[in-house]
Protein backbone atom coordinates (compact mmCIF):
# COMPACT_ATOMS: atom_id res chain seq x y z
CA UNK A 1 0.00 0.00 0.00
CA UNK A 2 1.31 3.51 -0.64
CA UNK A 3 1.80 5.61 2.08
CA UNK A 4 0.44 8.94 2.28
CA UNK A 5 1.43 11.49 4.61
CA UNK A 6 -0.94 14.91 4.91
CA UNK A 7 0.51 18.13 4.85
CA UNK A 8 0.66 18.53 8.09
CA UNK A 9 2.75 16.03 9.06
CA UNK A 10 6.13 16.57 11.56
CA UNK A 11 8.92 15.20 11.61
CA UNK A 12 9.90 14.33 14.95
CA UNK A 13 13.68 13.31 16.32
CA UNK A 14 14.22 11.58 19.57
CA UNK A 15 17.71 11.85 21.42
CA UNK A 16 19.91 11.72 18.52
CA UNK A 17 22.99 13.12 20.65
CA UNK A 18 26.33 11.93 20.49
CA UNK A 19 25.24 9.95 24.79
CA UNK A 20 24.14 7.33 22.06
CA UNK A 21 27.71 6.04 21.31
CA UNK A 22 28.88 5.66 24.84
CA UNK A 23 29.86 2.35 25.43
CA UNK A 24 27.75 1.61 28.54
CA UNK A 25 24.95 1.06 26.26
CA UNK A 26 26.39 -2.00 24.40
CA UNK A 27 26.05 -3.29 21.07
CA UNK A 28 23.53 -1.28 18.45
CA UNK A 29 21.65 -2.16 15.34
CA UNK A 30 20.55 0.16 12.56
CA UNK A 31 24.88 1.19 12.16
CA UNK A 32 22.90 3.54 9.19
CA UNK A 33 20.48 4.66 11.48
CA UNK A 34 21.79 8.09 11.60
CA UNK A 35 22.30 8.38 7.30
CA UNK A 36 18.32 7.65 7.53
CA UNK A 37 17.60 9.97 10.02
CA UNK A 38 19.73 12.92 8.13
CA UNK A 39 17.68 11.56 4.98
CA UNK A 40 14.26 12.78 6.56
CA UNK A 41 15.52 15.37 8.02
CA UNK A 42 17.24 16.75 4.42
CA UNK A 43 13.79 16.47 2.86
CA UNK A 44 11.86 18.10 5.52
CA UNK A 45 13.84 20.90 5.03
CA UNK A 46 13.92 21.25 1.39
CA UNK A 47 10.15 21.43 1.52
CA UNK A 48 9.44 23.55 4.85
CA UNK A 49 7.79 21.30 6.81
CA UNK A 50 8.49 21.27 10.50
CA UNK A 51 10.55 19.51 12.76
CA UNK A 52 10.84 19.43 16.10
CA UNK A 53 14.40 18.06 17.98
CA UNK A 54 14.03 16.36 21.21
CA UNK A 55 17.32 16.32 23.55
CA UNK A 56 17.28 14.26 26.65
CA UNK A 57 18.66 16.47 29.19
CA UNK A 58 19.19 13.30 31.89
CA UNK A 59 19.20 14.10 36.04
CA UNK A 60 21.35 11.54 36.27
CA UNK A 61 25.24 12.24 37.24
CA UNK A 62 25.97 9.25 35.77
CA UNK A 63 24.24 9.67 32.43
CA UNK A 64 26.03 10.42 29.28
CA UNK A 65 23.00 12.53 28.26
CA UNK A 66 23.28 15.48 31.27
CA UNK A 67 23.85 18.61 30.53
CA UNK A 68 27.05 19.89 30.52
CA UNK A 69 28.44 16.74 29.34
CA UNK A 70 30.12 15.75 25.30
CA UNK A 71 27.24 13.33 25.28
CA UNK A 72 24.62 16.36 25.33
CA UNK A 73 25.11 17.82 22.03
CA UNK A 74 23.26 16.85 19.19
CA UNK A 75 25.35 14.12 16.64
CA UNK A 76 25.81 16.44 13.24
CA UNK A 77 23.41 14.05 11.40
CA UNK A 78 20.73 15.68 13.05
CA UNK A 79 21.71 18.94 14.32
CA UNK A 80 18.69 21.36 14.51
CA UNK A 81 18.94 24.98 12.35
CA UNK A 82 18.44 28.36 14.58
CA UNK A 83 14.93 28.51 13.33
CA UNK A 84 14.29 24.44 14.28
CA UNK A 85 12.22 23.84 18.08
CA UNK A 86 14.37 22.18 20.11
CA UNK A 87 12.73 20.50 22.93
CA UNK A 88 14.39 19.16 25.83
CA UNK A 89 12.99 16.17 28.28
CA UNK A 90 14.13 14.31 31.49
CA UNK A 91 12.17 11.26 31.13
CA UNK A 92 11.56 8.39 28.12
CA UNK A 93 8.97 10.04 26.78
CA UNK A 94 9.08 13.54 25.18
CA UNK A 95 5.57 14.35 26.35
CA UNK A 96 5.83 13.99 29.88
CA UNK A 97 6.66 17.57 31.55
CA UNK A 98 7.21 19.18 28.38
CA UNK A 99 5.31 21.79 25.67
CA UNK A 100 5.32 18.60 23.09
CA UNK A 101 1.23 18.27 22.97
CA UNK A 102 0.65 21.89 23.24
CA UNK A 103 3.01 22.96 20.03
CA UNK A 104 1.87 19.99 18.16
CA UNK A 105 -1.74 20.89 18.88
CA UNK A 106 -1.16 24.81 18.39
CA UNK A 107 0.27 23.90 15.22
CA UNK A 108 -2.65 21.72 13.95
CA UNK A 109 -0.17 18.64 13.50
CA UNK A 110 -2.44 15.63 13.13
CA UNK A 111 0.93 13.58 12.15
CA UNK A 112 4.30 12.28 13.47
CA UNK A 113 7.02 10.86 11.85
CA UNK A 114 9.41 9.37 14.24
CA UNK A 115 13.10 9.06 13.69
CA UNK A 116 15.77 8.07 17.79
CA UNK A 117 17.30 6.21 19.78
CA UNK A 118 16.77 4.02 21.58
CA UNK A 119 13.60 1.85 19.92
CA UNK A 120 12.73 0.29 23.09
CA UNK A 121 13.37 3.46 25.30
CA UNK A 122 12.98 6.96 24.17
CA UNK A 123 11.32 5.81 20.89
CA UNK A 124 8.83 2.96 21.81
CA UNK A 125 7.65 5.62 25.20
CA UNK A 126 7.24 8.57 22.88
CA UNK A 127 5.47 6.62 20.65
CA UNK A 128 3.34 4.93 22.85
CA UNK A 129 2.18 8.14 24.46
CA UNK A 130 1.72 9.92 20.89
CA UNK A 131 -0.69 7.54 19.93
CA UNK A 132 -2.46 7.37 22.73
CA UNK A 133 -3.09 11.25 22.51
CA UNK A 134 -4.54 10.62 19.10
CA UNK A 135 -2.16 11.43 16.93
CA UNK A 136 -1.10 9.10 14.03
CA UNK A 137 2.29 8.32 14.16
CA UNK A 138 4.59 6.57 11.55
CA UNK A 139 8.01 5.25 12.62
CA UNK A 140 11.12 5.34 10.31
CA UNK A 141 11.97 1.70 11.31
CA UNK A 142 15.47 2.04 9.72
CA UNK A 143 16.12 5.79 11.12
CA UNK A 144 15.66 4.30 14.96
CA UNK A 145 17.97 2.24 16.61
CA UNK A 146 18.00 -0.22 19.28
CA UNK A 147 20.73 -1.90 21.75
CA UNK A 148 21.11 -5.11 22.91
CA UNK A 149 19.02 -6.06 26.37
CA UNK A 150 19.74 -7.93 29.53
CA UNK A 151 16.86 -9.63 30.75
CA UNK A 152 15.74 -10.77 34.28
CA UNK A 153 17.02 -14.15 33.68
CA UNK A 154 20.60 -13.18 32.41
CA UNK A 155 19.57 -14.12 28.93
CA UNK A 156 21.19 -11.21 26.26
CA UNK A 157 18.62 -10.76 23.75
CA UNK A 158 20.30 -8.94 20.45
CA UNK A 159 19.64 -5.75 19.42
CA UNK A 160 17.84 -6.97 15.94
CA UNK A 161 15.27 -8.83 18.11
CA UNK A 162 15.04 -6.37 20.66
CA UNK A 163 14.47 -3.46 17.69
CA UNK A 164 11.93 -6.14 15.98
CA UNK A 165 9.87 -6.75 19.09
CA UNK A 166 9.65 -2.95 20.25
CA UNK A 167 8.55 -1.90 16.76
CA UNK A 168 5.92 -5.30 16.60
CA UNK A 169 4.74 -3.79 19.84
CA UNK A 170 3.64 -0.50 18.63
CA UNK A 171 2.56 -1.77 15.11
CA UNK A 172 -1.20 -1.18 14.32
CA UNK A 173 -2.09 -0.53 17.94
CA UNK A 174 0.35 2.86 18.91
CA UNK A 175 2.16 3.44 14.92
CA UNK A 176 2.71 2.35 11.33
CA UNK A 177 5.81 0.87 11.10
CA UNK A 178 8.02 2.09 7.67
CA UNK A 179 10.93 3.13 6.41
CA UNK A 180 12.68 6.02 5.38
CA UNK A 181 12.55 5.79 1.75
CA UNK A 182 9.22 4.87 1.58
CA UNK A 183 8.62 8.41 3.79
CA UNK A 184 10.40 10.16 1.88
CA UNK A 185 8.59 9.25 -1.61
CA UNK A 186 5.37 9.78 0.48
CA UNK A 187 6.78 13.70 0.94
CA UNK A 188 8.05 13.42 -2.67
CA UNK A 189 4.78 12.99 -4.49
CA UNK A 190 3.52 15.71 -2.10
CA UNK A 191 5.59 18.05 -3.05
CA UNK A 192 4.90 17.00 -6.84
CA UNK A 193 1.24 17.32 -6.32
CA UNK A 194 1.29 20.55 -5.07
CA UNK A 195 3.93 21.88 -7.50
CA UNK A 196 1.82 20.53 -10.48
CA UNK A 197 0.54 24.21 -12.79
CA UNK A 198 -3.21 23.82 -12.49
CA UNK A 199 -4.97 23.06 -16.24
CA UNK A 200 -6.16 26.36 -17.70
Known amino acids: MTLRL ?8 VDW ?22 ALLNQWREIGLPVIHIRHDSTDPASP ?17 ETERVIAK ?19 HTTIVVSGVLTQNSV ?8 NLGFRVIVAEDACAATDVLDLLGRVWSADDVHA ?5 LHEE ?3 ISDSSKIVNAIVRWRKAIDKPVPR
Not at 17 to 38: C, S, T, V
Not at 92 to 105: I, N, R
Not at 124 to 131: D, I, L, N, S
Request: aromatic share 8%.
Open 174 to 176: YAD
Open 17 to 38: QYAIDHPKWGRRNNPDAEIRAA
Open 165 to 169: LSLAN
Open 90 to 108: STTSAFVGTQLEDVLEAGG
Open 65 to 81: YRPGQPGNAFKPEAAPL
Open 6 to 13: PRDTVLLL
Open 124 to 131: EATVRHAG
